[in-house]
């Protein structure tokens, strides 16, 4: 058998590395907040003992997660912006999950520590704050730095754009659309997803991520440039992409298990 992954019709079997509360979706996009609203200058009439207060940190709230069917410790650390990310959200509610983080029951409550304001006021503060003018450089500079500033959405959307512009550097061929349509028979969109009961998984190396990669085939594939976790979302797109060009000429030309 190939060392790429072959295998598996369309099975509720699919499982996460870290999900278990029914089938995953893409995950939450967030909001990204930069620091870019300017200091004003205190005001010379202003007590200088106010001004030299510090303001207090805001600290970490908790509050009694209820688990509910589609839910994974990854997107709910990724909803509440738990410090740590679902790795201490294992941590702080091993008890309750029990030994393996991917499985998490309806119902099942949660204690979450999040420093995340409310989410009305996190927007506001966002699109209230001033954009900071960009520095007009000279010449081809300015392509180059509209280029390195290109922003991904943090969703499927976002996922595969990234990927289509690392594979456009490096001339690996593939669409949108063909790599969606895989997408969605292999994972249905769960970065976390992995496949604990085929062949590849008998054999220890399971398909995982949003195109089910296994780990030869990942590690083989792997695009220069992009992160060694199979599971990130860009590097698993890209690195199955470049398998499928090799194998088959392009990701568009699969249309079943690969």
């Known amino acids: 058998m190939p060392r790429g ?62 688990v509910t069917k589609g839910d994974s410790l990854y997107r709910i650390a990724d909803k509440y912006d738990v410090s740590g990310g679902w790795k201490q959200l294992y941590k ?12 998490i029951r309806p119902g099942l409550k949660l204690k979450v520590k999040t420093a995340k304001t409310d989410a009305a006021k996190k927007t ?26 290109k922003t991904y959405a943090d969703n499927l959307d976002g996922w595969i ?31 976390q997803a992995i496949n604990n009961w085929d ?19 990942f590690q083989a594939y792997h695009v220069d440039g992009t992160s060694w976790d199979p599971y990130d979302p860009v590097a698993n797109i890209t690195a199955a992409c470049n398998y499928a060009a090799d194998r088959y000429g392009s990701i568009d030309n699969v249309n079943g298990p690969y």
């Open 5 to 66: 992954k072959h295998r598996r019709p369309r099975s509720n079997q699919l499982t996460r590395r870290v999900v278990a509360a029914g089938t995953g979706g893409a995950a939450l996009t967030l909001p990204l907040l930069g620091a870019t609203q300017a200091t004003a200058a205190p005001s010379q009439s202003a007590p200088a003992a106010a001004q030299s207060v510090p303001q207090a940190a805001q600290p970490a709230k908790s509050l009694t997660y209820t």
């Open 92 to 103: 702080d509610n091993r008890a309750a999950v029990g030994d393996d983080p991917k499985l």
């Open 124 to 149: 506001a503060t966002k699109s209230s704050a001033p954009a900071k003018p960009a520095a007009k450089p000279a010449g081809g500079v300015a392509k180059a730095t509209q280029a390195s500033a």
């Open 161 to 191: 754009r990234e990927a289509l512009d690392i594979m456009a550097q490096k001339g690996i061929p593939g669409s949108y659309d063909g790599i969606y349509r895989n997408i969605m028979r292999e994972s249905s969109g769960n970065p």
């Open 199 to 217: 062949s590849n998984a008998a054999k220890g190396t399971p398909s995982k991520g949003l195109l089910q990669t296994i780990d030869p085939t």
